[in-house]
């Protein structure tokens, strides 16, 4: 999975500009004009203009505001012309500047629920590099007819529809897309089907969730698609439909590809529990570009390029996109600060289907192979006013995969597993509610009745590597310390065919081994070693 890793950080880092080469971010400060109120509810009414590669339409906005205030802002970037904006059945006057809808006026903005409306039209920004610069792309399948796809997490939704684009708000009450497009195509967007309609030329595809869900997840594909469905039986006996919008071309490959994601859920339901989003479904949309998780919705694009893992067909795109379902779409950053949590955990997910199919030694190697394109250039945690364009580097994969890892060894394999499903199980942690770098450590600490701090700390919010001084004190008698870590951590050392496991602090402990000491011989911390 390392390899994945830089190629996520130079794509991602080469390719964040869009239009007139502005780089655009989501997340960052919350301003108040922001701060002052939260999401409830989006609709998104759009028509897709394929010849001139545009849309148009309105999104209507349900927010609650904590107290009547002077100004609310929402973000759209100013590619778009904004026609009109309603504050329930009331047209208003707006100001579009600088990526933002602003409205004034203090009679308006008053404390409670209000329904805004944003009419608005405009020609998106092309995606050069997807997914990792959003926008959409104007592709055709291999019969000529038009493959629409749209992704947006760094840049934020803003690029589609007004919003509040910071990470901090999904939308409590869930949304609805409804998107229109020439008769004969279909539109993959997240959550339930809930109506088709065609009329004259056109043809219309409602798509409603119930969940909250981040506005990056709020896009729609477009293709000749077929669908192909099947019933999956969830860990805890529950119904669920997956679902394959998938191109005619490759309506061969759709059976083992529906057998290939069936097993990936079953895998990731063992470590992190049941599939999240059973009251809608597992879905994939075949796209042309690599892949996105997109709540129950998710694009792929990996060809079926199938490698074997333990015997079996797998497919790492499918299965990584997969795991963001539990880890990113369930349990959310609060800001992009935290981007480790959906990416790190996900990743040490992938090294677990590792585990299971190929046994512990498999899994072992997976994090070896991370631990060799560690950059260590920037520490995996930011600070809070961090946008995802600072967050996103590619140690918060690998590397946050990696701490977790060594957490497990930390506090046990058993606590960690039964620790990780209580706090994916946990309301407080999951769906409307967003967590953070702290939240992870007090559930850990007080799960495991360890404090557990300065471990978060030193390996999340330094660059520095544990460095462990060994020192020969006399023939088969060793001094062992930690030089830049003032805790207690367990540590490894073998000694011939034996491995034992021994408290190790800043203060060195004296050992009698029989041979030269291999110190930490699994793996488990990203380390130097001195030997005196």
């Known amino acids: 999975m390392h390899c994945i890793s830089k190629l996520l950080t130079f794509l991602f880092l080469t390719s964040s500009l869009i239009g007139n080469g502005q780089k655009i971010v989501s997340g960052g400060p919350l301003q108040a004009n922001q701060g002052n109120y939260d999401v409830k509810y989006y609709t998104i009414t759009l028509d897709v203009d394929i010849p001139a590669k545009s849309i148009s339409g309105s999104t209507s906005i349900k927010i609650e505001l904590k107290e009547t205030t002077a100004e ?16 329930g059945k009331n047209k208003v006057d707006f100001l579009h500047e600088g990526g933002k809808i602003l409205l004034r006026g203090e009679n308006l903005l008053t404390k409670g629920l209000h329904d805004i409306k944003i009419l608005y039209a405009g020609i998106p920004p092309v995606a050069v590099r997807a997914p990792w610069q959003g926008g959409i792309q104007w592709e055709k399948d291999d019969k000529g007819d038009p493959w629409i796809a749209f992704t947006c997490q760094n840049e934020g939704a803003k690029l589609l529809f007004p919003c ?93 590809h529906l057998d290939i994601l069936a097993n990936s859920v079953r895998v990731q339901e063992k470590y992190f529990g049941e599939f999240p989003f059973v009251n809608e479904k597992i879905g994939l949309a075949e796209t042309p570009h ?25 497919d790492w795109l499918l299965y990584h996109e997969l795991g963001h379902e539990w880890w990113a779409n369930k349990v959310s950053n609060s800001d992009w600060a935290h981007f480790w949590i959906q990416e790190g955990i996900c990743v040490l997910g992938d090294w677990l289907y590792y585990r299971e199919k190929e046994g512990i030694e498999s ?16 520490p995996i945690v930011r600070d809070s006013s961090t946008d995802s364009g600072t967050a996103y580097h590619g ?37 409307v509610n ?30 520095e590597r544990l460095t462990i001084f060994v020192k020969q004190v006399r023939p088969k008698e ?26 190790i602090s800043d203060k060195p402990l004296r050992i009698t081994l029989e041979g030269f000491p291999m110190i930490d011989p699994t793996g488990f911390y990203f380390k130097s070693l001195i030997y005196e």
Do not use: C
Not at 290 to 310: C, F, I, P, S
Not at 411 to 420: A, D, S, V, Y
Not at 479 to 503: C, H, Q, R, T, W
């Open 395 to 431: 140690d918060i994969y690998g590397k946050g995969a990696f701490f977790m890892r060594s957490l497990s060894f930390i506090i046990g394999e058993e606590k960690f597993f039964e620790l990780i499903k209580s706090f994916i199980g946990d309301k407080k942690y999951t769906y």
């Open 363 to 378: 899994y072992h190697n997976q994090a070896k192979k991370a631990s060799f394109s560690f950059q260590n250039k920037y």
């Open 72 to 87: 609310i802002a929402f973000d759209l970037i100013n590619i778009y012309q904004v026609k009109e904006v309603w504050m």
């Open 164 to 256: 509040k684009d910071h990470p901090s708000d999904k939308p409590d009450e869930g949304a609805e897309m409804r998107i229109t497009v020439p008769k004969g195509l279909k539109v993959a967007g997240p959550g339930k089907l809930v109506k088709e309609e065609t009329k004259g030329k056109k043809s219309t595809f409602i798509w409603k969730t119930s969940y909250p869900i981040h506005n990056y997840s709020l896009v729609f594909n477009v293709a000749n698609y077929q669908v192909v469905k099947r019933n999956y039986v969830t860990v805890k006996g529950n119904n669920v439909m997956m679902e394959y919008y998938i191109l005619p071309e490759n309506l061969h490959r759709a059976e083992k």
């Open 434 to 463: 967003t967590v953070n770098t702290d939240m992870v450590e007090n559930h850990f600490s007080n799960g495991a009745n360890m404090d557990l701090k300065p471990y978060f700390d030193f390996f999340l919010k330094t660059t």
């Open 290 to 314: 690599l892949g996105m998780e997109h709540q129950t919705m998710n694009a792929y694009g990996n060809m079926y390029r199938y490698t074997k893992v333990g015997g079996e067909d797998f």
């Open 478 to 503: 060793y001094d062992i310390s930690f030089k830049n870590y003032a805790g207690e951590l367990p540590l490894e050392i073998k000694d011939g065919d034996d491995i034992k496991k021994v408290m």
